[in-house]
């Protein structure tokens, strides 16, 4: 089985970041195309194949990064009418996308009905409705699954995004409704199956078992109840991986052990061919990345000491601990230019006018000097779209790829200029 990590500064030499800096400025982003399909072949083959996997784009939805993977992903977990346009550039099928999200608006539902996607993720009656209209409207059938807000809540997840009353989904308990309005419909509606997306940051496989053993029987509770088949089982997926310094992520292997022949016993007793699904960010992206931004300035204040840096909470607004975090952590940090330096604890600043960017909190790092390259790893996920980007209008940082082992610009650095 591969390994579960990859880790990008060693594939990289102090010299090549030198030059990646000299020719595209810092920060930057590199992102490791090349490890993420590396994590799409190990859940594959871990599970077997008994499983397809889709990139959630909203991890990194960086486009050459997108049609980096697409050889490998089966498909894409898109939540917005942009990630589903930015999908069509990448090149992907529309069957293979699953479009979540609470507050589709209209046009975002008559452009994934118009264009085929495969999952429009349905999260209200309101959707449903609006579904069948447009179907009509268009004459192009909806094809949909049902997102499912399920009873059970599984607490080992950090961020639960289900098994209580929450925005997303449509509640267990009030399916009914919902079941008789697509049995009425079948002329407008392509009932694909059913997804449940129980919540992030899991690293507890038992956990991800019971998600997973609750989502197969409510399918077929479903399939007895109504004769609707679940032809696509979207399992959601939410596996954890750390940002911190500690390597702690879920164990797949002792994961793949328990749900494979669950899996297989689910498969044989059916009739039909399903497609089970894990929609997977962090798990795919988060370690593939590293923010590379250059030492400025430094300064002692009462007795600690402080390197500012280029790089700061604009572009990644999760390392300065500000994203979906309930307690913040130092996400690993690494001297580039110096790495044999003796340690010095230190702090991290960003350049914004807000205390709350730093970067780094008393960490242990190669003493830096001015104009040093720092890098942040584990900055592959939820970093650049997920960060106030504008805020004090500097340059948005370029965004890089290492693919086939070549490194590839991925988005130039833009101004504010640019947004006028
Ligand atoms: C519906 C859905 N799918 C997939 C994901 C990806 O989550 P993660 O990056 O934790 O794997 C999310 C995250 O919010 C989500 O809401």
Redesign the pocket.
């Known amino acids: 089985m591969a390994s579960q990590t990859t880790c990008i500064e060693h594939k990289i030499s102090s010299k090549q970041f030198a030059k990646l800096a000299e020719n595209h400025g810092t920060p930057f982003f590199l992102y490791d195309a090349d490890a993420i399909n590396g994590r799409i072949r190990l859940i594959l083959d871990s599970f077997e194949h008994l499983v397809k996997v889709f990139y959630?784009v909203?991890?990194n939805p960086n486009l050459e990064l997108l049609r980096s993977v697409r050889d490998t992903a089966d498909g894409l977990?898109i939540?917005s009418g942009g990630e589903l346009e930015q999908s069509v550039l990448a090149g992907f099928n529309m069957a293979n996308l699953?479009f979540?999200?609470p507050a589709k608006k209209t046009e975002e539902l008559v452009l994934a009905i118009e264009r085929g996607v495969g999952c429009i993720?349905i999260e209200s009656i309101r959707e449903l409705i609006e579904a069948v209209e447009i179907a009509k409207q268009v004459g192009v059938k909806a094809s949909i699954t049902i997102?499912i807000n399920p009873l059970l809540m599984v607490r080992s997840f950090g961020?639960k995004?289900g098994g209580k009353p929450i925005q997303?989904g449509i509640d267990e308990e009030s399916l009914s409704p919902v079941l008789k309005i697509i049995q009425e419909n079948t002329k407008y509606l392509d009932f694909q199956g059913i997804?449940i997306?129980a919540?992030?940051?899991c690293f507890d496989v038992s956990g991800i078992v019971a998600g997973v053993e609750n989502i197969l029987r409510i399918a077929d509770e479903i399939e007895a109840g109504t004769g609707l088949i679940c032809k696509k089982i979207n399992l959601?997926?939410?596996?954890?991986v750390s940002h911190g310094d500690q390597n702690h992520e879920l164990d797949i292997e002792a994961l793949a052990k328990k749900l494979v022949p669950i899996l297989r016993e689910f498969h044989s007793a059916s009739a039909v061919e399903r497609e089970i699904i894990f929609?997977?960010?962090?798990?795919?992206?988060?370690d593939a990345g590293i923010y590379v931004t250059r030492v400025i300035s430094s300064k002692e204040s009462r007795g600690k000491t402080f390197f500012m840096v280029d790089g700061g909470l604009h572009h990644h607004l999760a390392a300065a601990g500000l994203f979906g975090t309930a307690l913040r952590s130092n996400y690993p940090t690494h001297n580039l230019s110096r790495p044999e330096a003796p340690l010095i604890c230190c702090s991290m600043a960003g350049p914004s006018c807000n205390p709350t960017d730093l970067l780094g909190i008393d960490i242990k790092l190669p003493r830096p000097e001015h104009g040093d390259l720092i890098g942040i790893l584990k900055s592959g996920?939820?970093g650049f779209t997920a960060s106030p980007l504008l805020f004090l209008g500097r340059q948005t940082p370029t965004e890089l790829i290492l693919h086939d082992g070549k490194i590839v610009l991925g988005r130039r650095s833009r101004t504010i200029i640019d947004f006028n």
């Open positions: 959630a909203k991890a977990d939540s699953s979540a999200g993720s997102r961020m995004m997303f997804h997306y919540g992030s940051q959601g997926g939410g596996f954890g929609e997977l960010g962090r798990f795919l992206t988060a996920s939820y």
